[in-house]
């Protein structure tokens, strides 16, 4: 009676969420191997993304069996990243991205939020989900020092200050883009140092 109860209290997780805290692949890369059946859970081949494990099934990538690493020390990275990449795994108009850059061993590496293609500057990495999802929702402050082509006006300042929502944002974006409207949160602007603070929105 009491294993079947200490069975019962054991932890279940999603799948992928087991492979990425214990293998080298990223949520979405092992999504992609349970999708392909390259995984198996007890012996058996397992496609369905929505299944969950316990540290006591035996789960197999091909031949290689993954098990819990209690001991693993998870790691924050720090990129300066340069103007002229993007904080993403690919690009489909085939642009340089980050890891590019970084050494092949942060390849599964998860960014704490993103700069944009022609920005630059500090970006945190880190290869547990937990913290980055922790560093994403925390009071963390995100300054920004931009550049302004032209005056800023009042209309800009105030859609900089209020946020500012684009109903139709297809005007000159990429062809083969999903993106039809776009939502700016506000922002707190210190135009004495043209730097902008954002704050962090809540879950």
Known sequence: MKKKIEETQEELVRLNKFLSHNSNYS????DKLIEEGRVKVNGKVVTNLA????????????????????NK????????????????????Q???????????KYKHFLSVGRLDYAS?????LSDSVEIVDALMHS??????????NGVITKP???????????????????KTT??????????????????????????
């Open 139 to 148: 009071d963390l402050e995100r300054v920004y020092k931009i550049k302004v």
């Open 27 to 30: 949520r979405r890369e092992a």
């Open 73 to 92: 020390i998870s790691t924050v990275i720090v990129y300066n990243k340069p103007k002229g990449e993007i904080v993403s795994k690919k690009d489909p």
């Open 178 to 203: 999903k993106i039809k409207s776009i939502i700016f949160s506000k922002s707190t602007i210190n135009l004495f140092d043209n730097s902008i603070v954002q704050p962090t929105e809540k879950a």
């Open 51 to 70: 299944t969950k494990v316990s540290n006591s099934d035996e789960v197999h990538i091909g031949k290689k069996f993954i098990r819990e690493d209690k």
């Open 94 to 104: 085939g642009r340089k991205t980050i890891y590019d850059s970084l050494d092949h």
């Open 156 to 174: 800009v300042e105030q859609a900089m200050q209020n946020g500012l929502e684009i109903e139709d944002a297809t005007g000159g974006a990429f």
């Open 120 to 124: 630059e500057g500090l970006l945190l």
